[in-house]
């Protein structure tokens, strides 16, 4: 991409350029941080007043029957199903990503006896290593970590479960999903697959590459809100064997049947815990039902390019000026999100977002721009990376107030 005026003409070529008046946004921003927390669509405001005035206000308890808020689990799990090529009954929405992760490597551990190791790469992200470790602690198990380019070498016969990150969440480095899959299990490993920055950013086909187990995150390209509860699948294969080590009464067999002891549900549902969060399930179904009205392959595509586009004009405008970029050139390995290292990357950062460019900052040094296809444009890659480039030639980011760090980066 070389001009503004190309730009503007692909935004004017996209198909999916409707879809931002789909959303909420602050006018004079660019917001290039969906990959964090996505952006808030205009249906969900009225989705969730009419949950809190009807449903909760007039009906009150009788809205777990009568507006199916039990089911909310499942019903919305059944969408995500749709976008990560599983079938509707492989996957529950429930938890948190971090709870979901406990709960399946637990469970994977557990259903291989004599194989004690969760294997994972270094600088996956901690919630995943820390949840490992917490599993690896309370079931006697240990934590292996390998890295990516030695990960399928470091498979053994003690290896029982491998956790990896689809989407890296600093570099967007994509693993090959069906290759992986088939090595950990050519070694008797299951897989884990945490799909917090793939679910809705990429095309996901978790039952052809005959994926063991999988969660993700409901508030980054699912545009579920701020803590929206998180996905879980469980390929059908596997539901019978596994159990949940969280085994509240929401995962019972018969919750309100009140018996005194545990008996796990049928299939998927014994991976759920406690009560589900009723707002947030209907704040992440109108996120999801937006994504599942658009055109999938045109998102994705459309993603790559927005990367590409990001990647091209911060080269060519930026050069000389201390960006090295940390993400996969190639489109198809990566995800929908590009990092640049630079030595003063927190205070650019807080430049870029005091002009109206919000992405974010990874320790130590990483400035990271989400691509988010529903509600970017050319037009704002161009004019993002334009005020980067000002912000570096001027020195703008060298000002005291950018240099103070925030408790959230
Ligand atoms: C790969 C990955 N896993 C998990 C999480 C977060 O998990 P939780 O929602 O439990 O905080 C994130 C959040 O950014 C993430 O990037």
């Keep these: 991409m070389k001009s503004l005026d190309e730009a503007r003409a692909l935004d004017a070529a996209d198909p999916l350029r409707t879809y931002r008046d789909a959303f909420d946004l602050p006018a004079g921003e660019i917001y290039l941080d969906g990959n964090s927390l996505g952006a808030l669509p205009r249906a969900t405001v009225a989705r969730l007043a009419g949950t809190v005035r009807g449903e909760w206000g007039r009906d009150l308890i009788r809205s777990w029957n009568k507006a199916g808020w039990i089911d909310a689990p499942a019903r919305v799990g059944g969408k995500i199903a749709q976008l990560i090529g599983a079938q509707a009954h492989e996957v529950l929405v429930a938890d948190s990503t971090s709870v979901n992760l406990f709960k399946l490597l637990a469970a994977a551990v557990k259903a291989q006896p004599g194989r004690r190791v969760i294997l994972s790469e270094p600088g996956n992200f901690p919630t995943d290593l820390y949840v490992a470790q917490g599993v690896a602690e309370t079931l006697g198990a240990e934590l292996r970590l390998a890295p990516r ?146 055109d999938l392959p045109a998102l994705y595509a459309k993603g790559q390019a927005l990367c590409s586009a990001f990647i091209d004009v911060v080269e060519d405008r930026c050069a000389g000026l201390g960006l090295t970029l940390a993400t996969p050139r190639e489109g198809a390995t990566r995800g929908s999100h590009v990092s640049f290292r630079h030595e003063q990357g927190w205070p650019i950062m807080q430049a870029l977002i005091a002009r109206g460019v919000i992405g974010d900052f990874r320790a130590p040094d990483i400035l990271r721009f989400g691509f988010t296809p529903l509600y970017v444009g050319f037009e704002d890659v161009w004019n993002a990376a334009e005020i980067l480039r000002d912000i570096l030639t001027t020195g703008a980011w060298d000002d005291p107030a950018f240099h103070a760090r925030a408790a959230v980066t």
């Excluded at 967007?172 to 999903?177: G, I, N």
């Excluded at 019972?252 to 049928?266: K, L, S, V």
Aim: proline share 5%.
């Design 149 to 294: 380019e030695a990960i399928v070498e470091a498979l053994d016969e003690d290896v029982a479960v491998l956790l990896l990150t689809h989407v890296h969440y600093q570099s967007a480095a994509m693993f090959d999903m069906a290759a992986i899959t088939r090595a950990a299990q050519a070694k008797g490993a299951l897989v884990l697959w945490d799909l917090s920055h793939s679910a809705g950013a990429v095309a996901v086909d978790l039952n052809a590459a005959n994926a063991d187990l999988a969660v993700g995150c409901g508030y980054k390209y699912l545009n579920g809100g701020p803590g929206a509860p998180a996905f879980l699948f469980v390929a059908e294969r596997h539901q019978a064997a596994l159990r949940s080590p969280l085994s509240g009464w929401m995962g019972h067999a018969a919750p309100f049947d009140f018996g005194d002891d545990y008996a796990p549900g049928e299939g998927i549902s014994r991976f759920l815990c406690g009560t589900p969060p009723i707002l947030g399930l209907a704040a992440l179904e109108e996120g999801v039902d937006l994504l599942l009205g658009a």
